[in-house]
C-alpha cells in the first residue's frame, strides 16, 4: 500500500509529476533568475513535507513563483494552505447533493490527509448556509420507485450501527460507507416522493457525518472535510438547519484541533444562527468557548461557558438532534476543564476534568480516552508527574484496545512535557512505547 500524502507540498509535487529533486531544481533556477541561491536541497523539501520545518519567506516565495501561486494568495492563506491543489466546497443546491456525496466516497480512497477547505472558502460555505433557503426536494424519475421498507431497513440498520459500543465501532466502517453508496444510489437514481426524499437525504447527511469522523479519528482530514461538505449538502437538501449546523460545528471542531482557532470561531457563530434547540446550543457555544480558549481570549470564553451551561440545563420539549444527543454534564465539565487549563488555571481545570470523567458513561470510551489526556496533561502542569503516567498509560490503553489513532495522537503529544522526568520508573517504558506505536 502507498504511504498517504501527508503534505499540501507533496500533493502539488505530484500534480505535476515532480520528484523532490525535481523541485530543488526548478527552485535553483527561479533564484538564479533574481541572482540569488536558494539553498534548497532533498532534505530541506523533505523536512517541509512532514512539517519537521517550515520554509522561510525567500523560499516560500521562490515556491510560490515555481507553482505560478499569487503573493496575495500566500498572504492570505498562509503556510502550507496556499498551495495549489486546494479544495473548494460546492455551493449549497439540490443539483449539487449527489455530486458531494459521490465526491466524498472518492476521497475515502485518496492518500491524502491534509486539510484542504481554506478559512476563505469555509467561511463563505457557512455564510452560504446561513441565508439560503433550502429547495424543495423533486422526486428523481430515472429509475424504479424507492421502496418504503428498504429505507426504513437502511435507517434502522444505521442506528444499529452507530449505537454498537465504541470497541465494535471501528470494525464497522466499511457496512457505513456501503450503506452511504446505497443511499447516495437511490437519490440519484430512484424514484420517490417528496417525504421520502427527505428521508433518504437526511440518512445520506447522518451517515457522511459519522463516516467523516471516523476519517477524522484516523487523521484524515481532507477525507472527513469532504464527507462533511457531503452532509452539509444533504441536510441542506432536507431542510434539517440542526443537522447543518452540527455540521458546521464539526468543521469548526477539526479547524481547532488542526491549530486555526479563529476560523472555528467564525464557523461556530455562523453555525448558532441556525439552531434553537438547547442541548445543540450548549455544544456549539462549548466548541465556541475552547477556541476562544485557544486564542487566549479569555472574557469572550467565559460568556460562551456559562452560555453552555445555562443552555444545557433547559429542558426541551423535543429530543436533540441525533448528532449532539450525547452531548451532557460530562462534557460540559471536561470540556470547561481544557478551557482552564488553556487559559492557566491549572487546579481549577484538573476539578473540573476529574468530575467530568466520573460523569462520563462507560459506552464512550473514544470519549474516555480523549478526556484521560486532558487530565494528564493537567497532572503535568502541576507536576504530578507519577500521577500523569498513570493516566497516560491508561488513555494509550484504551485507545490500542479499540482502535483509536486520535488518541493515541493526543498522547504523543505529551512526549515532550514527559522527556524531563526521564529517571522517574515508567517514563522510559512509555516513551519507548509511544516511539513504537
Request: net charge negative.
Amino acid at each position: 500500500m502507498d504511504d498517504p500524502i501527508r503534505h499540501p507540498l507533496a500533493h502539488a509535487r505530484e500534480l505535476r509529476g515532480w520528484s523532490q529533486g525535481d523541485l530543488v531544481s526548478f527552485l535553483a533556477r527561479a533564484a538564479r533568475g533574481h541572482g540569488l541561491r536558494s539553498g534548497a536541497d532533498k532534505a530541506a523539501v523533505s523536512r517541509w513535507e512532514n512539517g519537521r520545518k517550515t520554509p522561510n519567506t525567500d523560499s516560500q516565495l521562490l515556491i510560490a513563483e515555481v507553482f505560478g501561486v499569487p503573493l496575495s494568495e500566500m498572504e492570505t492563506y498562509g503556510w502550507p494552505y496556499w498551495l495549489p491543489g486546494r479544495d473548494e466546497p460546492l455551493l449549497l443546491g439540490a443539483v449539487r447533493t449527489v455530486q458531494a456525496l459521490h465526491d466524498a466516497q472518492r476521497a475515502s480512497m485518496d492518500r491524502r490527509s491534509f486539510m484542504t477547505f481554506s478559512a476563505i472558502s469555509l467561511a463563505g460555505l457557512a455564510a452560504h448556509w446561513a441565508v439560503i433557503e433550502p429547495e424543495r426536494l423533486a422526486s428523481a424519475m430515472g429509475g424504479k420507485q424507492v421502496d418504503a421498507e428498504l429505507v426504513d431497513w437502511l435507517e434502522d440498520t444505521s442506528q444499529q450501527l452507530t449505537a454498537l459500543p465504541t470497541e465494535q465501532r471501528q470494525h464497522t466502517i466499511r457496512l457505513m460507507d456501503a450503506h452511504l453508496a446505497t443511499v447516495t444510489d437511490l437519490i440519484e437514481d430512484g424514484r420517490y416522493s417528496e417525504g421520502t426524499g427527505r428521508r433518504l437525504h437526511l440518512l445520506a447527511a447522518s451517515l457522511a457525518t459519522t463516516c467523516g469522523w471516523y476519517r477524522f479519528d484516523q487523521g484524515r482530514h481532507w477525507a472527513a472535510g469532504k464527507l462533511w461538505e457531503a452532509a452539509l449538502q444533504s441536510a441542506h437538501a432536507a431542510g434539517d438547519r440542526d443537522h447543518g449546523a452540527g455540521v458546521l460545528s464539526d468543521f469548526a471542531y477539526q479547524a481547532n484541533w488542526l491549530g486555526e482557532p479563529k476560523v472555528s470561531v467564525d464557523q461556530l457563530g455562523y453555525a448558532l444562527s441556525g439552531t434553537v434547540h438547547p442541548t445543540a446550543r450548549s455544544l456549539l457555544f462549548l466548541r465556541r468557548a475552547r477556541a476562544h480558549a485557544a486564542l487566549g481570549e479569555r472574557t469572550a470564553c467565559y460568556r460562551d461557558l456559562s452560555e453552555a451551561e445555562s443552555a444545557l440545563a433547559i429542558e426541551a420539549a423535543d429530543p436533540a438532534p441525533g448528532w449532539c444527543a450525547w452531548m451532557g454534564p460530562a462534557d460540559l465539565a471536561v470540556d470547561s476543564g481544557q478551557c482552564l487549563l488553556d487559559l492557566g488555571r491549572t487546579e481549577a481545570a484538573h476539578t473540573r476534568i476529574t468530575e467530568g470523567l466520573a460523569l462520563l458513561p462507560r459506552t464512550r470510551d473514544k470519549t474516555r480516552g480523549v478526556f484521560l489526556t486532558y487530565q494528564a496533561r493537567s497532572h503535568l502542569q502541576s507536576k504530578n508527574v507519577e500521577q500523569a503516567l498513570a493516566v497516560t498509560s491508561e488513555s494509550l490503553d484504551l485507545a490500542t484496545r479499540i482502535g483509536a489513532p486520535r488518541c493515541i495522537t493526543l498522547v504523543r503529544d505529551l512526549v515532550p512535557a514527559f522527556k524531563p522526568y526521564r529517571n522517574v520508573d515508567g517514563i522510559p517504558e512509555l516513551l519507548e512505547r509511544l516511539r513504537v506505536c
